[in-house]
Structures are given as structure tokens and as C-alpha cells.
């Protein structure tokens, strides 16, 4: 199989995971868009019949961003996460009654053009995505008021009910991670990114360097800016 070109761009990097995505929702067997089929559970651990659902059956959830008609798509700040939080019933692929999940089948399977219902989920990635662009704000000596565009990135999209239950994943598939979130991510920063947080990846805990470091720490460097 053909490898898939790195994407250079933000717009070459959201236009690869609506690809991505559609074949994932069209998932029979084997890989798709290069990515293995990864093993494990992914529904939240007080969610009994969830919980033991496999990770594949998860609305993955590779980035996070507030697209709109009324704003250009720039960016102030680039934070990334290891990987989505456990799966909820909203975000299984199998029930029919979820509102996520019939808006990203109403769109296509677009990931981007079912993002903003994502957003809008009770216990969804909102409060995440609010907080980064409070601390953008912070960091940017910004209002309140004050509009910041931010783009969150998981190192791989999938729910798992604990970090450490993807660390292998992540290990084993490192080039993956490196060619479609490490690279596009540092050209998007060095390029796209205007002000003081261009050039610069936020992250955020021991953890996510413990990841880091496992897979190699030329990675490290690349998301320090050093390297």
C-alpha cells in the first residue's frame, strides 16, 4: 500500500483525518490510513456494558478546534494531550440514538464538520479546550473577551478508560506518530502559528514526557523546538 504523504499544513492535516475518519467508520479488518487496529477497552470503567467494548468502537477524537464561518482559520497556540479521556455512550459507535453520532453520519463521517457537536456534549472536550485557551490567553497577556484561536492534538486518537492502557500503542507505532502528529504539527507551528507561542508545542505532565521519552527523545527535542 501506498504510504500516505506527511501533511504540511493545517488544512493538509484536518483534510487527512476526514480521511482517515471515513475509513475508520468504514472499518472491516487490517489497518487503515496506515494506523493498526489498536487491541484493548475503551469505554469509561463505570460504564458496565461499555467498558468492555473495544477501543475501535470509540469516536476517535484525533484534534481539537473551533472551526467558524465568521473567523480565519489561524492558530495562537498548539497544545497536545496523549489521548482522548474513556468513551461515553455519546461517542459509541453502535448506539444509534447517539446525537454525535447521527450529526457525524448526517456530515459524511466528517470529523471537522461534527466537531462542533462533539464540543457541545455534556462532559465533552469542551472544559478542556476552554482551558487552554484561558491559559493561551495567559501566556499572550490577553482579555478574557479576548478571541484565541487554539489547536489541541491527541498523540493518537483513541479512548482508553486509563493513559497507560495506550502507552504501548503509542511505543509500538511511534513512526505513525511521527510522521502524521510530531512533523505536521512542528511545520504548522513554525509556519502557521503567529506571536509569542509560534515555533512552540504546549504540553502538560510527567506522563505525557514518560510517553515521550519511551519513544524516542529526538521527539522530545522536536516539540522543545531544539531539534
Not at 74 to 84: G, K, Q
Request: glycine fraction near 6%; charged fraction near 20%.
Amino acid at each position: 500500500m501506498k504510504k500516505t504523504p506527511t501533511p504540511r499544513t493545517f488544512n493538509e492535516y484536518v483534510q487527512y483525518w476526514e480521511k482517515w475518519h471515513k475509513q475508520w467508520w468504514a472499518y472491516k479488518s487490517g489497518s487503515f490510513m496506515e494506523w493498526p487496529k489498536p487491541n484493548g477497552n475503551g469505554g469509561h470503567k463505570d460504564l458496565l456494558r461499555l467498558h468492555s467494548s473495544p477501543i475501535i468502537d470509540f469516536y476517535p477524537e484525533p484534534y481539537y478546534y473551533r472551526f467558524s464561518n465568521n473567523i480565519p482559520n489561524t492558530i495562537d497556540a498548539i497544545f497536545i494531550n496523549i489521548n482522548p479521556a474513556a468513551g461515553g455512550p455519546t461517542q459509541f459507535k453502535l448506539n444509534s440514538t447517539s446525537p454525535l453520532i447521527s450529526s457525524y453520519c448526517a456530515n459524511g463521517n466528517s470529523y471537522q464538520k461534527s466537531l462542533t457537536d462533539l464540543l457541545n456534549l455534556k462532559g465533552g472536550p469542551n472544559s478542556f479546550l476552554n482551558h487552554r485557551e484561558k491559559r493561551t490567553r495567559e501566556l499572550l497577556e490577553k482579555n478574557s473577551a479576548d478571541n484565541v484561536q487554539v489547536l489541541c492534538v491527541d498523540l493518537v486518537p483513541w479512548h482508553t478508560a486509563n493513559q497507560t492502557d495506550i502507552h504501548q500503542y503509542i511505543i509500538d507505532n511511534s513512526s505513525l506518530i511521527m510522521d502524521y502528529v510530531i512533523k505536521p504539527l512542528t511545520r504548522i507551528s513554525n509556519n502557521e502559528v503567529s506571536g509569542p507561542l509560534a515555533k512552540k508545542i504546549l504540553i502538560r505532565g510527567t506522563s505525557f514526557r514518560n510517553v515521550i521519552n519511551a519513544i524516542g527523545l529526538k521527539i522530545l527535542h522536536l516539540l522543545l523546538g531544539i531539534g
